[in-house]
């Protein structure tokens, strides 16, 4: 077999110093998912989960007691079985994992599979330090772009993952997955799904009232005056007193007010010669204030949590929410039976056709550089990068493969599905930033605006503070 994968070079590279509070702010889709899963942490480890094929190891109490992941079971790195194959992961991955291992072990019964997964405010600080320790799985799970020490962008300098280039479907990734799955050019992970930003929609209730989803920024107005005085319910939820919930509807005003009309906004960010403070930035925030003076939003969003405003979708109190694509799995388990939701777009303009969609890598798997089985490991990768293994990866997640294919999908992603074939997506925002201090800094802006203490132009200029920082 000729194996396409090449070994980074390995360097010498420090720690980067913006260790964050919260993992799970680092990435808008895994927190949703993440506040779903806790149950996923089984804070058990004993050798006699080691035995043969799709073991998972969850390393929760492992972490607690200070002990290494490795310490746990057999040493992931060391093996000397050739047939052996590592994975490690965050324990928000467990059930799509659990699709997918089943199927290559069929397809490549020899190999002997053990998967490790913890939860993310453990799993970040344990990877990079295997991967720096030499300790590391064969594979592991990462993040595309930047933001937090077990992101590509990250890792890449320090030579701990190796060049996926040559794997033949990397070439098949859209833009919007390309740009943060590559360093100068090579590829470095293989993210497997695709998730959205947008409102969800109760459509059981919008039909029940006789409303239809709004296309334009004058219909989304006019919508929330009409919900507010044929109802008397307010057309949007907004869960402002969970913090990561108040970035959401910025990330779904911004693609189209400010990257589709400048696409080369990020790298001119990076490079120094833009700041949000004078951007189109200031426009998506002043939007956002319009929206709340419109009476858009439930009354005192700063009181509201993220989940009272899944509650209130699933029960039909309100109509809609901006969310993550993983947003509809957790309105459902309120919801009565037969409830029909959809995920739309935001419309920031008059002009439809400029509609766009933020629309993110997730689920990303990388290799290694010093993986002890490089061979399986591309295997592996390989194998996950097929259409059908990436449809039953997406399926168990709740999102779209991130190369877009002729599967059956949820009904309710069609329409970002639609942006995502035709290439109508951006990257979530905080995929380009340096640091996660940043991400806070957006946090306290929106709810300083909400609060009425701060405004749009004063928390920008605390973003691009924040974002001069570097890592």
């Known amino acids: 077999m000729e194996h396409g994968v090449r070994r980074a070079g390995h360097q010498h590279c420090a720690d980067p110093d913006h260790l964050f509070h919260h993992a799970e702010d680092h990435h808008p889709g895994l927190r949703q998912w993440a506040q779903g899963l806790t149950a996923h942490r089984n804070h058990l480890c004993s050798k006699e989960n080691t035995m043969r ?59 002997d599979v053990t998967v490790e997964t913890s939860a993310l405010d453990q799993y970040q600080p344990t990877i990079r330090t295997q991967l720096s320790s030499g300790t590391a799985p064969d594979v592991v799970g990462v993040w595309p772009g930047n933001g937090n020490p077990a992101a590509m962008e990250v890792l890449v300098p320090g030579g701990f993952l190796a060049d996926l280039s040559d794997i033949e479907r990397t070439q098949e990734f859209p833009e919007g997955v390309a740009s943060v799955s590559q360093v100068d050019g090579a590829t470095y992970v293989a993210p497997l ?57 910025t990330y779904a005003l911004t693609p189209e007010v400010v990257y589709g009309p400048d696409p080369d906004f990020a790298a001119e960010m990076a490079a120094g010669n833009r700041t949000f403070a004078d951007s189109g930035w200031v426009d998506a925030l002043d939007m956002y204030q319009e929206m709340v003076d419109e009476g858009c939003f439930v009354d005192d969003p700063l009181g509201v949590s993220y989940e009272a405003t899944v509650t209130a979708i699933a029960q039909g109190d309100v109509f809609g929410a901006t969310l993550v694509t993983s947003g509809l799995a957790a309105i459902r388990a309120e919801a009565p039976e037969g409830t029909e939701l959809t995920m739309a777009a935001l419309p920031a303009s008059d002009d439809e056709s400029k509609t766009l969609m933020p629309g993110a890598a997730g689920s990303a798997w990388a290799i290694n550089a010093e993986a002890d089985h490089p061979e399986n490991a591309e295997l592996f990768i390989e194998f996950l990068l097929r259409a059908d293994v990436m449809q039953a990866y997406a399926d168990a997640n709740g999102s779209l493969p991130s190369i877009p294919g002729d599967g059956d999908i949820d009904p309710a992603l069609e329409v970002l599905k639609q942006y995502q074939a035709e290439d109508k997506t951006v990257p979530w925002m905080d995929q380009n930033w340096p640091n996660a201090r940043v991400q806070a800094a957006h946090f306290e802006a929106v709810q300083n605006m909400l609060s009425g203490v701060a405004t749009a132009e004063e928390g920008l200029a605390a973003m691009d503070d924040a974002y001069a920082q570097g890592e």
């Open 53 to 111: 094929t799709s073991r998972i190891l969850a390393l929760g109490a492992v972490a607690a007691l200070g002990i290494t992941a490795v310490g746990c079971s057999n040493d992931a790195s060391t093996s000397d079985d050739k047939n052996a194959l590592t994975i490690s992961g965050v324990s928000n991955e467990k059930a799509a994992l659990d699709a997918v291992i089943p199927m290559f072990e069929e397809e490549y019964p020899d190999i």
């Open 193 to 249: 799904s695709f998730a959205g930003i947008g409102p969800i929609y109760n459509m059981t209730a919008m039909e029940e009232a006789g409303f239809e989803i709004p296309h334009t920024w004058s219909d989304l107005i006019d919508f929330c005056h009409e919900a507010r005085d044929q109802t008397g319910h307010a057309a949007f939820g907004l869960g402002a007193g969970t913090n990561w919930n108040t970035q959401l509807l």
